[in-house]
């Protein structure tokens, strides 16, 4: 999903619905609302097959609808929950059979409860078939999109992410309990517009005024995904030739106001993912677009993206590669919805990567991934996975520009690899493809395909909040013919961010020459001693932007001098001095930091970072051997 009228703003990401999320009860509220807690992974008592929707829908409002979901036990069951907000039901079936029914709960969490006239035993199917008409809810539904909106009597639509697939269809609609042999759909509406839905239309009926539209998409499919829309459309069309495969690829418009390049560049996009996350995974069926949305957003609708307006390329790039990374594999849970929304992001950068090369991925990253992360997140902010309880923080810069900057940061780290690096994409979803998958499955994957331990990566990227500020001074001097660089690198980000371990990248200039370096920055406080052949100049840090970080970089002609000698193994104490904070590295580990008043009063111990506010006076800072005096005005 992503929004297109402001990607950005001081809210993290446009937040175009601001109702709380209420799902789960927590302990905490923000504001005036009570929040709550995205459900972990709890699989229910029957496994969902298939959804088969048959909706009559004319003159403003639904005049019928039936609705039958295919089932197979997990457990013996007398009974099957759904939820389902509509205001009602007509009748219920259970295999053709009219059966007992009641609604349970209220609000968002409203269930349909149907009785089953025999137990449903282990391994077992069934077909629950739930009649009803009228109108959809008007408010309540768990979404951007509200669920289904009917606007007016030529203009219908839905979408559902997270939860609003269960205002208009019966449904277990947790993303994963995916409908293992798809949804079918039965569209009935004025013969004058045109129906678009999930997989391939089959065939269309007409009956005086009335034409029914027959679509069937036979991929498993997370019920977030499943949607139809209706319209006064028409199509571009293009076919994607890639090996074997010769698939229909269209782009629905307004007939009223066409557009009829829009689209033109989704063949390119089909092939230049398919040749870096594998396949296009329903290449058996289709890929369209369709603009169907109100406003300025757009849905990755499954094989049908929906759109609120004739959207950039790299917002089509960015849906069709929800098609691999969402639809294909499907995040666990919502907690884990970075690996739908970082990863289509990401693929903006490898869609610009295969159109110009490394120039124009570097520029699109910078512009469009980091640059936003810097104006508009806040540092530590949240973490990419599980970055809070509503609905602002599910579909936020942490979840899409964050997590994008960590693929970008994985793909460093495995050596600027493109094959390694997208052989772990393709191998992650070569594990999961037509299911789920939870962070921790992403982890262990990339894991196994690479052979490298990287929990260091993702327990700092994904797991905690914030990124590294670099604090970098410099020094040279003369060495035996040669050159000594000499760096101290400080990490100076707020509370609430981890101490981060990367490499980083550092461009020397030398007169007309430069060398680039990597070292290896893991502390509160490190130096690194260099030898070169020439004099150093200048110094780049992090050329590249490999690294979601921020610094500052000052040459020091004071740093690590006495006497003329560079003195850095004898030092174990480093003091800062900002106003009344004082802020006390301890170079050896293994030495603990002690802070002496001029009286000789202990005002401060510990390890590695000591962070003191101290009245007006003489201290003495000490760590070992070395001692330190210093003065706070």
């Not at 997140?377 to 942490?398: C, K, Q, R, T």
């Not at 401060?604 to 005096?629: C, N, T």
Request: net charge negative; aromatic share 16%.
């Amino acid at each position: 999903m992503l929004s297109l009228v402001s990607l950005f703003g001081p809210g993290d990401l446009i937040q175009r619905w601001k109702e709380p999320f209420h799902l789960k009860r927590n302990k905490f509220s923000k504001g005036s609302y009570t929040l709550y807690e995205w459900p972990d992974l709890e699989v229910p008592p029957y496994d969902v097959r298939l959804y088969r929707v048959r909706m009559n829908v004319w003159d403003g409002m639904v005049q019928s609808a039936r609705v039958d979901v295919k089932m197979r036990a997990r457990d013996t069951l007398d009974s099957i929950r759904l939820y389902f907000l509509w205001a009602g039901v007509d009748s219920v079936r259970y295999n053709g059979t009219l059966t007992g029914h009641v609604f349970v709960g209220a609000d968002t969490a409203r269930s349909l409860i149907v009785y089953l006239p025999t137990p449903l035993l282990p391994g077992d199917s069934g077909v629950v078939e739930i009649f009803y008409h009228g109108l959809p809810p008007s408010s309540g539904c768990l979404g951007y999109g509200g669920g289904m909106s009917i606007v007016s009597s030529s203009w219908v639509y839905t979408d559902n992410e997270p939860y609003g697939l269960r205002c208009w269809i019966p449904s277990y609609d947790q993303p994963w309990e995916k409908a293992d042999e798809g949804v079918e759909w039965y569209i009935t509406t004025d013969s004058s517009l045109e129906v678009v839905a999930n997989g391939i239309l089959i065939d269309t009926t007409t009956l005086g005024r009335f034409k029914t539209w027959h679509y069937r998409h036979s991929h498993s499919i997370a019920p977030y995904l499943m949607t139809f829309g209706i319209r006064d459309l028409i199509y571009n069309e293009w076919i994607w030739n890639y090996d074997t495969v010769n698939m229909i690829v269209r782009s629905w418009v307004l007939a009223s106001s066409p557009s009829y390049n829009w689209g033109d560049s989704l063949t390119r996009m089909l092939t230049a993912f398919s040749d870096r996350f594998g396949l296009y995974p329903f290449a058996n069926e289709k890929y369209e677009q369709s603009v169907v949305l109100p406003g300025g957003w757009a849905m990755e609708d499954q094989t049908n993206s929906f759109f609120g307006s004739y959207a950039s390329g790299w917002v089509q790039a960015h849906e069709l590669a929800h098609q691999w990374w969402g639809n294909n594999v499907t995040c666990g849970t919502f907690k884990d919805i970075w690996l739908n929304e970082g990863f289509a992001t990401y693929s903006e950068v490898v869609w610009y990567e295969s159109v110009g090369g490394d120039s124009a991925y570097k520029a699109y990253y910078k512009n469009r991934v980091e640059n936003p992360i810097f104006s508009y997140a806040f540092n530590p902010g949240s973490p990419v996975y599980n970055p809070g309880p509503d609905l602002g923080d599910l579909f936020s810069i942490y979840t899409y520009n964050k997590a994008a900057a960590v693929l970008h940061m994985l793909r460093y780290v495995l050596d600027k690899d493109t094959s390694l690096f997208f052989g772990a994409l393709r191998y992650y979803r070569s594990q999961h493809e037509g299911s789920y998958a939870l962070t921790s499955d992403f982890v262990e994957d990339v894991e196994t395909y690479t052979g490298r331990d990287l929990s260091w990566f993702f327990n700092q990227w994904i797991y905690e909040a914030g990124w590294p500020v670099y604090n970098v001074a410099w020094n040279k001097f003369p060495d035996s013919g040669n050159w000594r660089l000499v760096l101290q690198v400080e990490q100076t980000q707020p509370p609430g961010a981890p101490t981060f371990k990367m490499p980083i990248e550092v461009k020397v200039i030398m007169g007309s020459s430069d060398t680039t370096l990597v070292i290896w920055d893991s502390l509160n406080l490190q130096r690194f001693q260099i030898i070169l052949p020439l004099e150093p100049d200048s110094l780049i840090w992090d050329p590249d932007f490999w690294v979601l970080e921020q610094h500052v970089v000052t040459y020091d002609p004071t740093l690590f001098i006495a006497e003329g000698e560079v003195v850095e193994a004898r030092r174990e104490v480093v003091v800062r001095v900002r106003s009344k904070e004082v802020i006390v590295y301890g170079i050896n580990s293994t030495h603990p930091v002690e802070i002496y008043s001029s009286s000789g009063r202990l005002v401060g111990r510990g390890k590695g970072k000591v962070v003191l506010h101290l009245p007006a006076g003489i201290y003495y800072a000490k760590s070992g051997q070395d001692l330190k005096a210093f003065v706070v005005k």
